[in-house]
């Protein structure tokens, strides 16, 4: 590439990002200088997937954290059991440039680095930026790098739910990121409810999106927590929409809506979830939930952390959410009230159809090697170590992934690639060997995860969360009933971001989102969602629409 161009492409990304909002220390610039020297790799250059660096690298990276970590005592996040094992055991020092708190903080953090092009050598991006980074030429193919370098069990564990997560990341036949792969099936939402306080208002376990409702209602207006005070909230729901917790995922799915994904329609060609007629029928019910004052009616401007301190205290019980979210934030509500009850319930639907949970590729961020790095493969070994130490030969998972004491210490790792599987087996083993009387042989992710359980049924408190996912009547098992029913409903669109998706979409998003909170707060009438539809159409919805199927055509 010509230096003008690559001044150009510096320019675009810079402008895009701003518009949107949203390795050897010595590096030499003749060191795999272009994307078609990196393929020049083999195991043997530096022993095995496994092999240490000596003398020892360093691998420059930037990082975000977030609220539910709780690492052991003396650890920090740039000093820990992960960051020990990369130096000592992969001659890899990780040194992080920065660091900031997941969310906004983090977001503009990295989206001045990317507009700057002044990146880490390895970097964590999304598939938009992935492609904003290879236009700009600033990263590297690392197609033979993966090939030379992956552990066999590494490229099991990444090509476990299916090409999709290598799909998103390959422009123009060439592989530009590893896919940091994570689960889709536990994306899945449930209800979450308070089940002592159903019980103390003669309320049923939700059956149909009428009786969620119901409990909404309920829990505002009740003074289910007996204080005689009207504090309580109905509905939980965050400012962000979609999040993991308290996010309206869920709620959608009950009216047979799937925002944000791509579905097929009844011609077989894919059409955009968030335009389509069901969206408007449950914006309407949360427009009407808000007026009748179920849902906090600050929730515009409260991200997930400040949400969750209504039922951390007593004053929320009900919301819609991933698998986890008996950990953080239900597990502070038992802490403090050993009397508070909560259960996972299957999303359910507003008519006699069966409610399907949504659920998109797990891996929604790719590591990228920048240009001129020395040794681009460090990043394949990090992952080869992440996935042998939790998973392999040598694993020590209670070491590793999680200690007694310590929550997220898995997080502390840059790469933190996962079996997609790995919860729901750790489940089935589980209640096999307790049904079996067996568990005295688990091993693994199934023995730490059980002696959490176990710990809780001998009067633990503190491991009730755990309980709650993987006991008996724990999530799992209505996960494992999702799977075995074929309930998920799939996001069809896996591909790397279209030419019109990487200019445009982030600002439709932007649209959608502030529209739906208008809607849902009563600023903007139900009928705004029509308007919607045809503006997200007219400022880019209807190319990317075309572009998608002109995708979806090439791979059938």
Known sequence: MSKGLKVFFMILLAFSLIMTGCSDSSTSGDANEGSEDSGDVSIAENGDPLGKYDPVIEATFVRSVDETLKLLEGETVKDNVW???????????VKYEWIAPVGDQFDQKMNVTLASGDIPEFINVTPTQLKQLVDADMVMDLSKIYEG???????????ADGTGPFDAATIDGKLFGLPNIDSSIDRAHFIWVRTDWLEKLGLPEPKTMDDVLK??????KQDPDSNGKND???????????????????????????????????GGKLVYGSIQPEMKKALKALQ????????????????GGKVAEDPASGKNGLHFGQQWTSLWPLQSNRDQDSSAQWKAFPLVSVDNQPARPQITLGTTSWWAVKKGVKHPEAIVKMFNG????????????????????????????????????????AFLSIREAVDNGTTDQLTGEAKVVYDRVKSHEDGDQTMWGWERIYGADGVFGIMKEYKDKDL?????????????????????????????TKIILGSADISTFDKFVKDWKALGGEQITKEVNGWYKSIK
């Open 83 to 93: 960051l020990d094992y990369y130096r000592d055991e992969l001659g890899i020092n």
């Open 149 to 159: 370098y992956a552990a066999p069990l590494t490229k099991e564990v990444l090509t």
């Open 215 to 220: 409990i909404s209602e309920a829990f505002a």
């Open 232 to 266: 309580t909230t109905g509905l939980a729901v965050t400012k962000d929409l979609w999040d993991g917790y308290a996010g309206l995922t869920g709620f959608f799915n009950g009216y047979h809506a799937y925002p944000n994904i791509w579905i097929k329609d009844d």
């Open 288 to 303: 009407d939930m808000f007026k009748d004052g179920q849902i906090d009616k600050e929730f515009g401007v409260k991200p």
């Open 386 to 425: 992440f996935v042998e130490k939790n998973w392999g030969e040598t694993a020590e998972f209670d070491k590793y992934y999680l200690p007694e004491g310590a929550e997220g210490t898995w997080k502390m790792s840059p790469p933190t690639p996962s079996p997609p599987m790995k919860n729901l087996e």
């Open 488 to 516: 998920f409903m799939r996001n069809e669109f896996n591909g790397a971001p279209t030419a019109t998706m990487t200019q445009k979409q982030a600002t439709l998003e932007q649209l959608q989102n502030e529209v739906f």
